[in-house]
Structures are given as structure tokens and as C-alpha cells.
């Protein structure tokens, strides 16, 4: 029985160790803490979408300007995007 707890506490500590220095590779791995990934605004679908369906696009045209006071009449809480 001593045995098999002292291979016991040997792994526990093996792994223990292991995890550690794990963590410790991935503390400064630049990869780890800040992954590749792009600015969330603007993607460019969501350009087009301003663009098109925006403020400043619907405010230029008249017809631009009828449909948001039909979202106004109508009650909507979101006049354009």
C-alpha cells in the first residue's frame, strides 16, 4: 500500500507540474491572449448596410424621408439603421 500511494502522489505531482508549466508557456504566448481576430465594427456588411439603409441615406431622397415617418407613425422604436 505504500507503494501504490507514494506512485499515486508521484503522478499527482507529475501532472501537477505539467499543468503548471503549461500555463506558465501559454502566460506570454501573445497567441493565447489575444487571438487573431479582426475589429468587430465595421465589418463590411455592415457599411453596405448603413449606407443603404442608414440615416443620412434615408434623410438625402424624399422618399428616404416618407419611409421614416411611416416607421415614426407606425410606432417603431428603430427609425434606421
Request: aromatic share 4%; hydrophobic share 35%; net charge positive.
Amino acid at each position: 500500500t505504500c507503494d501504490m500511494s507514494f506512485h499515486r502522489t508521484c503522478l499527482l505531482v507529475a501532472s501537477t507540474a505539467e499543468t503548471l508549466l503549461v500555463r506558465q508557456k501559454h502566460a506570454f504566448d501573445r497567441a493565447v491572449l489575444k487571438p487573431k481576430v479582426r475589429c468587430h465594427f465595421p465589418k463590411p456588411k455592415e457599411v453596405k448596410r448603413i449606407n443603404v439603409h442608414g440615416w443620412e441615406a434615408r434623410m438625402s431622397t424624399p422618399e428616404g424621408r416618407r419611409v421614416i415617418m411611416r416607421r415614426l407613425l407606425k410606432g417603431r422604436h428603430d427609425l434606421t439603421h
